[in-house]
């Protein structure tokens, strides 16, 4: 179909969440120090994994799919094991995915459902429905339909990528493919998987924002948005919703921003308590610190001074010279 749009609403609602999303994602500027902590990336990675599982009905608990994660046996049906592999895969390639590509997507899929659904990576070839118990509630697109109806999604992004806040089209699309169900398993997870990749393409702070897990808090008004769009034949309902999860999520983001520029904050002005006035090596201030490791030095002390204008380098153009040496500024902290 030529110029094919889904059907929404920008609404006055819709406007004002998003301005109090822009907000709070400008305010990450002042801690660019959540780059620094991998710790934080790899728990929102654990909390979006078993949040997106679990809503889909996955019995495993957030504390099993970390072992899993980390490479550790844990008791537990097969199907729901192999369902957090592959997910893993799938996350770990969040940020290289290209969000406004089909065949990624197609990869993706592939890479959720892999050994678990027949269809892994392709699309469904039979008729699909959703239902509430026994009974179906929507009918899904016939599947010869599926393939135009995607390929017309695609190119609605990559053509109005520049004229729709990418924050809005992620809402878009997430209902869209739910409502287009192009797969015979794995349509939720990687709904979800994709409006991330949207979002982290557009700004990195979404890499810290498990917005899967607020879904999963709300999960009852999730089906009851996806069920009131299907009624009203546009997404404005479920958009408005979704842009209310990811402003609530980053409201508790700030929080733990907040405290990570604290403790880098402490970091440097111990860093300078320990400095001596002359010009000192890394492993000098590692001594004088009880640091056992450069990277530890670098991440969690170095370079949040040298940043901030607290320390410089003595040979700046060349940061990893071996004659390298840090002085203070001198600058109040």
């Known amino acids: 179909m030529d110029n094919y749009t889904p059907p929404f609403t920008i609404t006055n609602k819709m406007l004002e969440t998003l301005s109090s999303i822009m907000e709070k994602v400008g305010e990450y500027k002042h801690y660019t ?157 990687t709904a979800r998987f994709w409006q991330n990749a949207i979002l982290c393409n557009y700004r990195d702070i979404f890499e810290y924002v498990p917005i899967e897990n607020q879904i999963k808090k709300h999960q009852k008004e999730y089906y009851d948005a996806i069920a009131k769009a299907h009624i009203d034949g546009e997404s404005t309902v479920f958009v408005e919703f979704m842009l209310d999860m990811i402003n609530t999520t980053l409201k508790d983001l700030e929080t733990i921003a907040k405290l990570v520029y604290t403790e880098a904050s402490v970091n440097v002005k111990r860093l300078l308590e320990n400095m001596e006035e002359e010009p000192m090596t890394a492993n000098e201030i590692m001594f004088k610190l009880d640091v056992k490791h450069k990277d530890t030095l670098r991440n969690k002390y170095l370079n949040c001074a040298i940043r901030d204008g607290y320390v410089q380098m003595t040979i700046p153009d060349k940061p990893k010279s071996k004659n390298q040496r840090y002085y203070k500024t001198h600058l109040d902290i």
């Not at 991998?38 to 889909?56: F, G, V």
């Not at 008791?75 to 065949?103: D, M, R």
């Not at 699909?128 to 929507?138: H, S, T």
Request: aromatic letters at 8%; charged letters at 25%; glycine letters at 8%.
């Open 33 to 189: 120090r959540l780059d620094k902590e991998p710790k934080l990336r790899r728990n929102t990675q654990i909390t979006s994994i078993h949040a997106s599982l679990a809503i889909e009905g996955n019995t495993l608990s957030k504390g099993q799919v970390r072992d899993i994660i980390d490479g550790k046996e844990v008791v537990g049906p097969e199907n729901e094991i192999k369902e957090v592999q592959n997910i893993k895969l799938a996350y770990e390639q969040l940020t290289k995915v290209k969000p406004y590509s089909e065949k990624d997507l197609l990869k993706i899929h592939g890479i959720i459902e892999k050994d678990l659904a027949p269809l892994a990576g392709k699309y469904r070839t039979g008729n699909e429905g959703v239902f509430a118990g026994d009974k179906c509630i929507f009918i899904c697109p016939p599947p010869q339909q599926v393939p135009y109806l995607i390929s017309d999604l695609f190119d609605w992004m990559k053509r109005e990528k520049n004229n729709i806040n990418p924050i809005i089209m992620s809402c878009i699309f997430h209902y869209e493919f739910v409502f287009i169900h192009p797969f015979q398993d794995g349509n939720g997870r």
